[in-house]
Structures are given as C-alpha cells and as structure tokens.
Antibody, heavy 124, light 110 residues
Framework: EVQLVDSGGGLVQPGGSLRLSCAAS????????MSWVRQAPGKGLEWVAH????????DYVDSVKGRFTISRDNAKKSLYLQMNSLRAEDTAVYYC?????????????????WGQGTLVTVSS | QSVLTQPPSASGTPGQRVTISCSGS????????VYWYQQLPGTAPKLLIY???QRPSGVPDRFSGSKSGTSASLAISGLRSEDEADYYC???????????FGGGTSLTVL
C-alpha cells in the first residue's frame, strides 16, 4: 500500500526556518517525481515545488524561490522541504504528493497519492 | 486571485446532476491538460479527473470532465451526500512555468 507521511510542521517566528519531511513507503520511491503543495487556512491549493526522480531537476513557485529548497534521499525514501526566511503568508498545511507515472513537463499537476499534511504556522 | 476561476459554491439535491466550471486562458487550459481534485472535509485532496476527461481507477463514472477552448467543466451525476466536498481544477501554465489551481468550489448536497 502506498503511504506518504508528512511531518515537521509547527509554530515558527517570522524569519525563522523549518524542515518538513515526507516518508514514503509501498512503492519504488526513486521512480517518481515528487511535489509539495500547500493550502493556507480556508484557502485553495497552491503548488510549491517539485523534484525529479534522481533529484537533478527542481522547480519552485516564484513566491518561495530563494527561500525554500526541495530535496530527496532515495535511499531513505524521503522527501524534504527546507523553509528559510519564513513569512506569515507561508502559513499553511503542507502536503507532499506523488506525481503519477503519467507526468510530463506540462502534463501536470497529476498527483495520485498525497500525504496527510503538516501544519506550518508563522507567527510572533 | 487564482489563475483559474471557479465559482465559490455550488449545490444540488440527491440524484441531481451538477456542473462545476473552470475558466482559464490560452497559457493554461487553452494549451494544456486539465485535472480535477476532490477534497473531503479535513482530508487531503484526491485525484478525480486527469487529461481533461480520464478517470483514475476507483473513481465512479458519475464523475466526468470536459474541456473546450480555455474552459473546463466537471459534471457529477446522481449526486450523493458523500459528494459534499471542495472541488479544484488545475492545469499547467506556460507563462508561469508551473502548475496552477482554481480557487475551489464548495459543493453542498441539499
């Protein structure tokens, strides 16, 4: 059974840092692109970042470029999101998601499995 | 202000057919696939429709998607109480070089 378990969220002050993790199981992790998607309280979904199977390609939404870093450890079957210089507007539930086998550059967002989400609150 | 525009709410009675619209532009829906996600209260989103009109295995055929020009629609026939959820359309945007979502439509089953 495919499982994605998100962790690492919490309360952090503006300007602070946080590292999110997503533990994957039940599928060949190194064979899939992976993504982070967030949802601010009471708001819609927003793509944050994605990473290629081997980690060689990464991309980010403009609002987090230079502040967030997506990475993966295929040996540990884990996905990460390092978040620095956090702002109040980064407050959201962050979900890791598996890009389906169908995915191609512009054939997105095609997420077939999602984690349960982890809440990040940026506040003083 | 989402890139894709959806009505904030929709409603229907059990057994009815409802349609949710999604409007975009030539840089997203007009030139790329459309996807639809269902988010039940307090849960993660679930893929309902991919490649405009394809259903993943396990999704009932009561759900159907269509696309025409720069707009897309999700239709739900034989509405059930368990369909009460938020629905999001999504696509790739060539100008932004990334995936974009609609603001979501909250469906109420009366």
């Amino acid at each position: 059974e495919v499982q994605l378990v998100d962790s690492g969220g919490g309360l952090v002050q503006p300007g602070g840092s946080l590292r999110l993790s997503c533990a994957a199981s039940g599928f060949p992790f190194s064979s899939y692109w992976m993504s982070w998607v967030r949802q601010a309280p009471g708001k819609g979904l927003e793509w944050v970042a994605h990473i290629k199977k081997d980690g060689s390609e990464k991309d980010y939404v403009d609002s987090v470029k230079g502040r967030f870093t997506i990475s993966r450890d295929n040996a540990k079957k884990s996905l990460y999101l390092q978040m620095n210089s956090l702002r109040a507007e980064d407050t959201a539930v962050y979900y890791c998601a598996r890009d389906s086998y169908r995915v191609q550059r512009a054939a997105r967002p095609d997420y077939d499995y999602w984690g349960q989400g982890t809440l990040v609150t940026v506040s003083s | 202000q989402s890139v894709l525009t959806q009505p904030p709410s929709a409603s229907g009675t059990p057994g009815q057919r409802v349609t949710i619209s999604c409007s975009g532009s030539s840089s997203n829906i007009g030139s790329n696939y459309v996807y639809w996600y269902q988010q039940l209260p307090g849960t993660a989103p679930k893929l309902l429709i991919y490649w405009n009109d394809q259903r993943p295995s396990g999704v009932p055929d009561r759900f159907s998607g269509s696309k025409s020009g720069t707009s897309a629609s999700l239709a739900i026939s034989g509405l059930r109480s368990e369909d009460e959820a938020d629905y999001y359309c999504a696509s790739w945007d060539d100008s932004l070089s990334g995936p974009v979502f609609g603001g979501g439509t909250s469906l109420t089953v009366l």
